[in-house]
Each structure stands twice: as C-alpha cells, then as structure tokens.
C-alpha cells in the first residue's frame, strides 16, 4: 500500500471568511487516497462544523487567537509545538498571521519535512496603531521566512511584500478558484430572501462585519439613493464584530427600510441572481470569494479599486471600480446600474467570462498540490 502524504491545516479562527473558506476546499478537495489530511484551529465556528460534516479531523489549540498576547501566544506556541512531534506530518500549511509565525516556528522545532504559508492578504495593511502594523508586518516576514514556499492569493499580495530581503523567490501567486456554484432563478431567491417584497429593488453584499470591508460606504451610498429609489434594498449577508455599530449606522441615516443585514446565510451564493447590483467597497482585500462568486452569477459589480480587485474587475469593461470611502462614487455606480439594463447583462456576460477562465477551482487545487510535492 503506498502511504499517503500526512499535512495539517494550520488556521487562527473559525469563522467562514476567505481564509476558512481556502481551508475548507483544500482539506475536502484532496483525494483521500493521496492525503490523510486534519485541520488545526483555534476555536469552534462554522468552519468547524462544515470539516466535521465533511469527515475531516480537528484538532484544537485552545490558546491560537487573532488578537495579540504574549502569554497566550506562548501558550499557542507550545500546544503546536506538542501536535506536530505527536502528528508528525510530512507537510504543515499555515494560514493567517498568527498560526503562520507560531506554526511556522513550531515545524521548524519540530522539523517538519515541508511547511507552506498562505498570505490571504496583510493586515498591516488595515486601520491599526504604528506599533501593531509594525508587530504584524515582522509577523508576516518570519512566516515567509520560515516557511519553504509562501501562496499569495493575488499579484497584489505579492507585490506588498516581494521587496522585503531574501523572500523572494519563496513566494508564488496561486490565485483563488471556485467552483461554479448552483445559483436559484432570480424569481426563487428573491422570494427566499424577501418573501411579499418581490417588487423591491435588491442590491446585495456577502460579507464579514468588520472595518475593513466598510459596510458603512455602502450604507451612506444607500441613503442617498432612497429618495430616488424608494424601493431599494441592499442585503447584506455575513455576521461579524461590527455588527452593533452597522446597527446605529443604519438607525442615524434613517435608512432601516432600505438595509437589512442577515447574518450569517448558509449557502448564500445560491441566492445571488436574487440582486441588480452586487457591491464589494472594501478598504482593503487580497481578492474576495464573494466576488468571484458574483462573478460566477453574471451580476454588475461596483467595487473598491484596491488590493487584487482589479485582478477580477476591468473598470467600465467587467464592472465599475470607484475609489474606497467615497459612498457618493459608490452611489452614482449603482444609479448608472440601475438605469441600463443593457450594461448591467454586458458587464455581467464579461465578468463571467473572466471568472471562468482566470479561477478555475482544479487549477488551484493542481497548483497547490504540486508545491506540496517540490
């Protein structure tokens, strides 16, 4: 029988943002018979519950946390340390920054025969004190550092950090790849998401609730919409820590009747056709599954011109990019949206096409694999 190759995930949290996303596709994507794989988390969430269902063994670091802590990281350091020399794998994949430095550092104690590190993007890169920036950034480096082969899910998380001394050839451009979900009709989703309101006019976002994604922009470019637009509704799916403020947000700009934030939506790609136009104003972002996702259902997309989205989004050709934090950019895009059915099913018909042929799902999961293998 030949044996199979033995890698553990290595990820902070578990909630489903891209990182959880990336994990998941790899951990059940791998054939079974090549890979015995398991996945090593720091906490329980929706991540968790989807690998459990899908038969993949957990393994749980009850110190691994995103924010940091010298004595829990410490601690972290330690339980990671203790897995590896009892798991002994011949590959350890590392994502995010703190799982990426503590794992990182913990293989090499441990002399794991091969270690890869994903970059989803940098957080030095969000609204953060000098020091934290700084501390991250430092992070960042000693994972790439310790890891044999770093994945960026864009060019544009590698351009940010490529000049760094001495990492890089370490690094390598996988881009994200999705599988073509299975989309509802447009009459069946809207009718899921807002039963006896067929009639409003539904703009959408997928999305965690936090800073960087800046769900206010959105919120602002909807209020001044309204007046124009009375029927208008922008749904926002995903939960997340800044779900209280969006809250007040939407309370202060007297826009309750036209936002709704849904939580967490299982499977909520299958309701995108559901949406006239589908918004993506990050600050900052390395790529977006939700984006190629959108792309994948044909929808016009206005986005945020930074990070790796205009590796998806040609500007006036596959989409409309405007500026990030500017909501009256935001809201003239989707009034131009609005107006022209005809360049709403033109930019969806070049978006699709693009999505198709740049992120493809085997082609990441082959280009994965085979740095597993170098």
Same mark, same amino acid.
Request: glycine fraction near 6%.
């Given at each position: %029988?030949? &044996?199979?190759? &033995?890698?553990?995930?290595?990820?902070?949290?578990?909630?489903?943002?891209?990182?959880?996303?990336?994990?998941?596709?790899?951990?059940?994507?791998?054939?079974?018979?090549?890979?015995?794989?398991?996945?090593?988390?720091?906490?329980?969430?929706?991540?968790?519950?989807?690998?459990?269902?899908? *038969?993949?063994?957990?393994?749980?670091?009850?110190?691994?946390?995103?924010?940091?802590?010298? @004595?829990?990281?410490?601690?972290?350091?330690? #339980?990671?340390?203790?897995?590896? &020399?009892?798991?002994?794998?011949?590959?350890?994949?590392?994502?995010?920054? &703190?799982? @990426?430095?503590?794992?990182?550092?913990?293989?090499?104690?441990?002399?794991?025969?091969?270690?890869?590190?994903?970059?989803?993007?940098?957080?030095?890169? =969000?609204?953060?004190?000098?020091?934290?920036?700084?501390?991250?950034?430092?992070?960042?480096?000693?994972?790439?550092?310790?890891?044999?082969?770093?994945?960026?899910?864009?060019? /544009?998380?590698?351009?940010? !950090?490529?000049?760094?001394? @001495?990492?890089?050839?370490?690094?390598?451009?996988?881009?994200?790849?999705?599988?073509?979900?299975?989309?509802?009709?447009?009459?069946?989703?809207?009718?899921?998401?807002?039963?006896?309101?067929?009639?409003?006019?539904?703009?959408? %976002?997928?999305?965690?609730?936090?800073?960087?994604?800046?769900?206010?922009?959105?919120?602002?470019?909807?209020?001044?919409?309204?007046?124009?637009?009375?029927?208008? $509704?922008?749904? !926002?799916?995903? #939960?997340?820590?800044?779900?209280?403020?969006? #809250?007040? =947000?939407?309370?202060?700009?007297?826009?309750?009747?036209? !936002?709704?934030?849904?939580?967490?939506?299982?499977?909520?790609? +299958?309701?995108?056709?559901?949406?006239?136009?589908?918004?993506?104003?990050?600050?900052?972002?390395?790529?977006?599954?939700?984006?190629?996702?959108?792309?994948? /259902? /044909?929808?016009? !997309?206005?986005?945020?011109?930074? @990070?790796?989205?205009? =590796?998806?989004?040609?500007?006036?050709?596959?989409?409309?990019?405007?500026?990030?934090?500017?909501?009256?950019?935001?809201? *003239?895009?989707?009034?131009?949206?609005?107006?022209?059915?005809? $360049?709403?099913?033109? %930019?969806?018909?070049?978006?699709?096409?693009?999505?198709?042929?740049?992120?493809?799902?085997?082609? %990441?999961?082959?280009? +994965?694999?085979?740095?597993?293998? $170098?």
């Amino acid at each position: %029988m030949v &044996k199979r190759t &033995k890698i553990l995930y290595v990820i902070t949290k578990s909630s489903w943002g891209g990182a959880q996303r990336y994990v998941y596709d790899l951990a059940t994507a791998l054939p079974r018979n090549q890979f015995e794989v398991a996945v090593v988390v720091g906490s329980d969430g929706i991540l968790v519950d989807r690998l459990r269902d899908a *038969n993949v063994r957990i393994i749980s670091v009850t110190n691994l946390q995103r924010d940091i802590s010298l @004595g829990r990281d410490l601690k972290a350091l330690h #339980e990671l340390y203790r897995i590896f &020399k009892k798991e002994r794998p011949h590959i350890v994949h590392l994502n995010s920054s &703190k799982a @990426g430095g503590l794992g990182g550092l913990a293989a090499l104690l441990t002399h794991v025969p091969r270690v890869i590190f994903t970059a989803h993007g940098w957080a030095f890169n =969000e609204k953060r004190p000098l020091w934290q920036k700084i501390i991250l950034y430092l992070t960042y480096i000693t994972a790439i550092i310790l890891a044999d082969r770093t994945v960026c899910v864009s060019n /544009a998380v590698f351009r940010d !950090v490529h000049s760094a001394p @001495g990492i890089s050839y370490k690094l390598k451009v996988i881009p994200l790849g999705i599988h073509f979900p299975t989309y509802d009709t447009c009459d069946k989703a809207r009718h899921t998401l807002v039963h006896g309101e067929e009639h409003r006019r539904l703009i959408g %976002m997928v999305s965690e609730l936090h800073p960087t994604k800046r769900v206010e922009d959105a919120i602002a470019a909807i209020e001044k919409l309204k007046v124009r637009y009375p029927d208008i $509704l922008l749904l !926002v799916a995903g #939960e997340g820590p800044y779900r209280t403020f969006l #809250e007040k =947000e939407i309370e202060r700009r007297g826009v309750g009747k036209h !936002v709704r934030l849904l939580g967490f939506v299982p499977d909520v790609a +299958t309701y995108l056709k559901a949406f006239e136009v589908f918004l993506f104003p990050s600050r900052t972002e390395a790529l977006g599954y939700a984006l190629l996702e959108a792309g994948a /259902a /044909a929808l016009p !997309v206005v986005a945020t011109r930074v @990070g790796g989205i205009p =590796e998806v989004i040609t500007d006036e050709a596959s989409g409309i990019l405007v500026m990030p934090r500017h909501p009256e950019q935001l809201a *003239n895009a989707i009034s131009r949206f609005l107006e022209d059915p005809a $360049l709403r099913e033109r %930019m969806g018909e070049t978006l699709i096409r693009r999505v198709h042929y740049n992120f493809d799902f085997k082609r %990441m999961i082959a280009d +994965t694999v085979a740095l597993y293998h $170098l």
